[in-house]
Structures are given as C-alpha cells and as structure tokens.
C-alpha cells in the first residue's frame, strides 16, 4: 500500500506568480493599509487636528504633501488618521455581522423544521429592507456618530452573510460524515462546533471579506451624509464631505484624496476576497 | 442475540411502505446479510438500527436493551460504516484526529493510552503510523474505508452495521476490505448486519441471509442454503444475475 505524499514543497515566489499580479498588488495595499491604520499617529507627519487658517488651501509642497484643506489642516495626515475609523467601522460590522449571522444560519440548518422557517422569514424580511437606509433611519433616531450606524450596518449584513452560510451549512450537513458523527453519539452542539463551523470558516472569510468593502462604502455615504462620525474627526467618508464647498473653490484635493482612498481599499479588498473565493 | 429486530415497519411521509413487517436477528458476533436491490427497504432497516431514522412500529432489541436509551450508550452497542468512503469522513480531520476524537468520546483513557490504542487500531484495519497525520483527501478510497473501518470499531461495539460498505470500491480492492472484515469479526468478535445489493460479497463475510423485496423479506436462511439452493423465485433471479466465469454479457446470457 503506498501512501499519497504531501503535495512537493512550493516556493513562496511560485506561489506568489501563481496568484496573478492584480492579486499580488491588492494583496499589498490590503496590508499597507492596514499597518497605515495600525501605525497612523506615528506616520502621520503632522498634528491632522491644527488648525492653520494662513496655510489654508495650501497646494503640494514638500511639507504638505497633499496640500491642506479650508483650515489648513494637512491632508496626508488627516487621510492617515482617517484610515483608523474608515477601516474600524467595517471590521466592527464584519466581525458582528459574520458572527451573529453564522450562528443564525448554522442552527436554523442544523434545527431545521419550523425555527429555519421563522429564521429565513426573518431574514427575508430584513433583506428587503435597504442597509443604507436602515442605518441612516437609527443615526437619526440615535444620534449621529459612529456607533449607531456600525451597529445598524450590522444588523443590515446579517441577512446577507446569514443567507450564504445557511445554504452552505445545509450542504455540510448532509455530507454523510455529519450521519457518521452522529452514529457515534455526538451531540449537534458538538458536531456543529467542532465539524461543522471549521468547515465552514473559509467560505466565512470569504463572505466577511467581500462585506467588508460594501460596508466601507456604506458607512462612508453615511459619514458623507453626516450621519456618521462628526467634525473635526478624521474620516474618508466625512473628509469627502468636507470637501464638497471647496470643490467650487477650485480646491478639489480633499474630496479626490479621501475617495481614492476609499475606492482603492474598497477594490484592493474585493480583489483578494474574489480570489479567495475562486479558491 | 445482539440484535433482534420484529415486525419493523417504516412509513415515509403518510403512504410510502419503505419496509413492512420485517424480522430479523443478529447473533452475539454472528453476520447476516440483508440483500435486495434498490428501493428494498435494506438501507432503511439499517438506518432505523443506526438511530438515524425512527421506526413507524415495531421493536428492536440491541444486546437485550431498549434503543430508546441515550444516543452514546447506543453508540458503545452498535456502530455503522456508510457507503461513500469520500465523505464520510470530515475533511479537515486527520485519521488520528477522528480516531482520537472517538476514543476520547466512548473511553476513560488518557492521552498516551488512547494513543498506542489508535496504533492497535490501525493495525487492526491494515493501515499504520504513516497514516495517522494525514488528512482523508491523501488517502485512497480502500484506504478511506479502512479509516472509517477503525473509527466505527474504537468505541468496541458488539454490532457493526455496513450499509453497502464496499459498493463504492473497485474489485480488488473490495476483496481486501472483505478479507478485512473477515479478520476483524474474528479478533474482535464484532456481529455484523451487511446490507448490500450485491450478492456476490456475501458468502465471503456472512453466515446468514435474509432477502428483501419491496420491504418484506421474501426468504432466510443459511447463506450457502438460500445462494445454492434458492426457493423464491426473486432470489434465483438475484442469484442468477451475479456474473460468473463463462457468463456472456450478451442477450440470453447463462442462466442459473
């Protein structure tokens, strides 16, 4: 009897040709962003909070790489600061959204019967009903900032991560290994824990990955809106609407800057989610 | 008996007679086989064994008990090996993994007992060291049923149900995992309820018969009786459509 070996040893240079170079570079800006966001206060080559009315509308120099804005704040640093939020509120939503949403899906499969009917009712219900409005209707109600409208964006993404975990659970469910667990006496919460959620994981990251850039643009148009985070904070969706006046002004950097930040994030993160996924 | 099964019945959904009026019985380590062909009930009668399916009516008795006891105290009764070697086992678990999984489940022992007990268990089934890091896609089919041979023996049950536990596997390798099972029932003195529709593994593993059509049992017996001397007339025609040397794969092929 011979044994299948594991399959030869790949060169990390192989495997990176082997992902394509449009995955090679998001992969990239997906880190660099992040360690931007991880390291702001250290990067950022200004104070992104003072105020310089003198310098306002500063253009490029070397000590204001991307200019400054109507209050001669300077942009770089305050696109640097910004990345922190801009990044926390769709990894809040992800994480919540991915979690209650498994959870959902995973037990409406694994119960079946009547409680998957009143979830997927549920669920429906609440698919058909806008995100963006969703949340734009509880910042009204709860105020503005950035807790209300994460948590809104939430509850709103849990139809749609629960939607393809519990299609995808159901599929693992009647896999034979889950009757062959249950053969040898397992309980379901021990079978869904330890078999069912690890086999279900990478479809999550997937899933949570992909949400991750519509939340991004989600929660930006709701800072646009200014239902988000207030000034003076530093955030992309807020510093494109504060960019609008200045526009007409003839200074367009601010909104440039905070949106091509946002687009390049939104499409570096759905470039290595797409590839993920393909997997 | 280990087993005993009278007059089961299962009704799918309001009118579908899957099995009607089935009894049968299962010696302390002795073998019997169902066979039938597809649509006969054979699979269903294992799986309502199993636990997996409930019965519509009648009663089954496993080593004297009630099944109606907890699902782990069946579990150390009676265990099952399924068909599809491919899925039957978790992915994502190696072959220790899913033995030790089992042993820590269904026994008191510690880590390095239930460790040199996965290596008896492997050598039971003919695999070994080698293979207990690797994950199920690395082995073969065989190899695979093999696995789940060795899981469904580690929490030592008195019957093995193997609902068409070959079916899956090429010839040769069938006659490796027969022989197997042949050896495992002798050392361990496991019972087994064979379901297959292929009357041709029978003889090799089974002492007894019982034949399903339709979901009754149309006859019973000794294995050699019921294979060489068949008295229903369902039985002749599944003995005659086993393949036989000097058997012509054309229209009007030997006859038994």
């Known amino acids: 009897m011979t044994l299948a070996l594991a399959s030869p040893l790949r060169f990390p240079a192989r495997r990176l040709a082997a992902l394509g170079w449009a995955t090679t570079v998001a992969g990239v800006i997906c880190a660099l962003v992040v360690l931007v966001a991880v390291f702001a206060p250290w990067i950022a080559p200004h104070d992104p909070n003072a105020v310089d009315p003198l310098n306002a509308f500063a253009p490029f120099s070397a000590a204001h790489p991307l200019g400054t804005d109507d209050l001669g704040r300077d942009l770089l640093s305050r696109l640097i600061l910004g990345s922190r939020t801009s990044l926390a509120g769709p990894l809040v939503v992800i994480v919540v959204s991915g979690a209650v949403g498994t959870a959902l899906a995973v037990s409406a499969a694994w119960i079946g019967g009547w409680f998957d009917a009143a979830v997927s009712r549920v669920l429906d219900i609440l698919f058909a009903f806008p995100g963006l409005v969703l949340a734009i209707t509880v910042a009204a109600l709860f105020g503005a900032g950035f ?73 930006a148009s709701i800072s646009f809106l200014g239902l988000g985070l207030q000034p003076p904070a530093a955030d992309w969706g807020l510093m494109i609407a504060n960019g609008q006046p200045s526009i007409l002004a003839g200074f367009p950097q601010q909104s440039i800057a905070a949106a091509v930040a946002v687009v390049i994030t939104v499409v570096a993160f759905t470039v290595v989610a797409e590839r993920m996924a393909a997997r | ?35 039938g062909e597809s649509g006969s009930g054979k699979t269903t009668c294992a799986r309502i064994v199993a636990g997996l399916e409930r019965a519509t009516s009648g009663t089954i008795q496993l080593d ?12 150390r009764v009676v265990q099952m090996v399924f068909q599809d070697p491919y899925q039957s086992l978790d992915r994502r678990q190696t072959v220790s993994a899913c033995l030790d999984e089992v042993l820590a489940f269904h026994t008191g022992l510690g880590r390095a007992e239930r460790r040199s007990r996965i290596g008896e268990l492997l050598e039971l089934v003919g695999l070994d060291q080698r293979h207990a890091g690797v994950l199920p896609r690395q082995l073969s089919g065989g190899q695979r049923q093999r696995v789940a041979i060795a899981r469904a023996l580690a929490p030592s049950p008195r019957l093995l149900i193997l609902d068409e536990a070959v079916a899956a596997l090429d010839v040769s390798i069938q006659a490796q995992i027969l022989n197997l099972l042949v050896d495992a029932r002798a050392a361990t003195g496991v019972g087994y309820l064979f379901i297959t529709h292929d009357l041709s593994v029978v003889r090799h593993v089974c002492d007894e018969v019982i034949v399903m059509r ?11 009786k019921v294979l060489d001397a068949p008295t229903a007339d369902y039985t002749k025609k599944l003995v005659g459509s086993i393949p036989r040397p000097g058997w012509v794969p054309a229209r009007g092929g030997t006859r038994a």
């Open chain 2, 64 to 75: 004297g008990l009630d099944v109606k006891s907890d699902r782990r105290a069946r579990a």
């Open chain 2, 1 to 35: 008996m280990i087993l005993e099964v009278t007059d089961l019945r299962k009704v799918f959904r309001g009118d579908f007679v899957a099995v009607d009026g089935v009894s049968f019985a299962v010696p302390v380590g002795g073998s019997l086989a169902i066979v």
């Open chain 1, 147 to 219: 807790l209300a409208p994460v948590v809104a964006l939430s509850l709103a993404y849990v139809p749609i991560i629960a939607r393809v975990m519990r299609a995808a659970a159901l599929r693992e469910r009647s896999l034979p290994y889950v009757e062959a667990l249950r053969v040898q006496g397992f309980s379901g919460w021990h079978i869904c824990r330890r078999h069912l959620l690890p086999n279900l994981a990478p479809l999550l990251v997937v899933q949570a990955a992909i949400s991750f850039g519509y939340a991004m643009i989600d929660l």
């Open chain 2, 214 to 224: 339709r979901g009754r049992v149309v006859e019973s017996g000794a294995v050699e």
